[in-house]
């Protein structure tokens, strides 16, 4: 035991084994497509401008960074005021607002876009309805276009874009506006001139992991999308299903991962945020010329006395009721909730229609497509495998990711942020990146077309996700009472044990369930590492919608919205159990 504690007193030794299966996974692999781009060894670039030098492919980078920067700029228009009503609510309405944003979040992007594919569709929800009730002859051209491609992928990313910004609003200090106000502020010149940039922090995370992941994005685009609409990464899937030009698949990929990696640099990426220190003031380009700042200084000196006037007679009279913006407010957030949660809600109702189609609502309940699921080897063969690598993918990633969140926590700050941002490589680029390192990194290791690829495949970002869960948990820990502990004559240990460990167990019961759900729901990259011999249940679904749209689906979609919500009911008694257990054990109580 005493030489597991002195293990865990080496930093680097615990993140190694994270860092080990990163390389060997990704990071090698990687570096590998990187000189095969440039034909190594005689290094060229004679594969870039291949890619450049082609109309269609110049057409496709330009139209994946337009629909990567659309959907960013709807997300954020629609996510900051969501998450600054949401910020602003009672601490107990504020919980309920943020778990309903994070369920739909924590639901397969593939059970999301299916369910538009219900809701769209020439026979779907609104084109049924709007038959039904005559206002049109024949079905609207709803699906298979630009529209339903911003529909789907705003409604996947929105969540990422609203919590990062409200983690940082609720640690703004209102008193800070309150004293703008005071000083004869309106209330949108409060909001603007102190609000609002102590809130950039949180707009310039969730805009820059947004647009970064929209870049990867391939089932959506390709489920809604039509030919028109085709981004860079369902080009890259194309290439690795109809050959294997190694050379101009790394191109191609690197082209897309340069783009993340230049807006990652520009403007960089700080989940984290700083928030409790006051606003920086710009200083005015008109500041830099002399003759400019004296009339400036001249103009300002001569609305001190109006200013003065204004305030004296504003500061104590109360404000105009802005019940009307009350209102909008709350509309607009009932508006995106629903936005959120009906295309899932649809889809569970529409699972138990007893008809031959899916209806809604439907004419008759029935749980015909839940039988064809749990009777036909192909479905339940499928979430079988699914079952099991995820179960393979929870307990290595968590034990990994806690060892290196550990180790992360006792290192300097310089070397953890380095580190920390190594490990979360495979959530913060295109998907369709990772999948593709993985894909020649398992042919070096021979474990294309087998469970333990896929697992290992889809473990180096479910070690992201503990790591992220762990350290948020260790960020919190009193490192004091391990220390008390050891003081009083405990082992290391039994310390570890007795104290730590019960203390941070929540986290690392979420980091596992995080881990699960990640690999439950993998579609990308398992479609390239399973090389058709693993048919796991994601995969199976994609097939199933983009061949036949079996109803089956429907039921599909449903558990896989169904276990998120079982997740944080789980998550919610554990951390009920670890805060009776610490209540308890403050008063003494035995």
Request: aromatic share 10%; proline share 5%.
């Amino acid at each position: 035991m005493e030489t597991l504690w002195n293990i865990r007193r080496a930093p680097l030794t615990l993140v190694a084994p994270a860092l080990a299966i990163l390389l060997i996974v990704f990071g090698v692999p990687t570096v590998q497509l990187f000189l095969e781009s440039l034909n190594s060894p005689n290094f060229s670039l004679q594969n870039y401008r291949l890619f450049l030098g082609q109309y269609a492919n110049v057409r496709i980078l330009l139209q994946t960074l337009e629909i990567s920067a659309i959907a960013t700029a709807i997300c954020l228009l629609i996510g900051y005021p969501t998450a600054y009503w949401i910020a602003t609510a009672s601490k107990r309405l504020r919980v309920i607002l943020i778990v309903l944003v994070v369920l739909p979040y924590l639901t397969s992007d593939l059970a999301r876009t299916y369910s538009w594919v219900v809701i769209l569709g020439d026979s779907g929800l609104i084109n049924s309805t709007l038959i039904n009730l005559g206002l049109i002859s024949s079905p609207l051209p709803l699906i298979y276009n630009r529209v339903a491609v911003y529909v789907g992928m705003v409604h996947i990313m929105l969540p990422m874009m609203i919590l990062p910004i409200i983690s940082v609003m609720m640690s703004i200090d209102k008193s800070l506006v309150a004293a703008a106000k005071s000083m004869g502020a309106r209330p949108f010149t409060a909001f603007w001139r102190v609000y609002f940039p102590l809130s950039m922090p949180g707009v310039r995370s969730g805009t820059l992991l947004v647009f970064v992941i929209c870049l990867g994005f391939y089932i959506t685009p390709a489920a809604l999308g039509g030919l028109g609409d085709a981004m860079l990464s369902t080009f890259i899937a194309s290439q690795v299903a109809t050959g294997f030009d190694m050379a101009s698949i790394s191109a191609s990929s690197f082209v897309l991962l340069a783009v993340a990696i230049v807006v990652l640099s520009l403007f960089g990426l700080n989940p984290a945020g700083s928030s409790s220190a006051a606003p920086r003031v710009k200083k005015s380009r008109l500041g830099r010329y002399n003759v400019l700042r004296s009339v400036r200084s001249y103009l300002s000196e001569m609305a001190v006395a109006a200013r003065a006037r204004r305030w004296s007679t504003e500061l104590h009279r109360a404000d105009a009721p802005k019940w009307w913006i009350e209102i909008l407010g709350w509309a607009m957030l009932a508006a995106v909730i629903t936005y959120l949660l009906f295309p899932e809600i649809v889809v569970i109702i529409m699972s138990f229609s007893e008809g031959a189609t899916l209806q809604f609502p439907p004419t008759g309940l029935s749980l015909q497509w839940y039988a064809s699921f749990f009777t036909d080897p192909a479905w339940y063969g499928a979430a079988w495998n699914s079952l099991k690598i995820g179960i393979a993918v929870s307990a290595l990633a968590t034990v990994v990711g806690t060892l290196a969140a550990f180790g992360l926590a006792r290192i300097a700050p310089d070397i953890r942020n380095f580190l920390t941002m190594t490990i979360l490589t495979p959530i913060t680029i295109p998907v369709i990146v990772v999948g593709v390192a993985s894909y020649f990194g398992l042919i070096n290791l021979g474990l294309i077309g087998t469970e333990v690829g896929v697992a290992l495949a889809q473990t180096i970002g479910a070690i992201s996700y503990v790591v992220v869960v762990v350290s948020a948990t260790l960020a919190n820990f009193d490192r004091r009472l391990d220390q008390a502990a050891r003081s009083m004559g405990a082992r290391p240990f039994t310390a570890f044990i007795r104290v730590t460990f019960p203390l941070i167990r929540p986290g690392i019961i979420g980091g596992a369930l995080f881990a699960f759900i990640h690999s439950f729901g993998e579609v990308v990259i398992t479609s390239f590492v399973s090389g058709y011999a693993v048919r796991t249940l994601p995969l199976k679904m994609w097939e199933n919608i983009r061949n036949e749209i079996d109803p089956t689906v429907a039921a599909v979609a449903s558990l896989l919205t169904i276990l998120p919500i079982v997740w944080m009911i789980a998550l919610y008694i554990t951390w009920w159990r670890a805060g009776a257990n610490a209540r308890t054990a403050a008063n003494g109580s035995p």
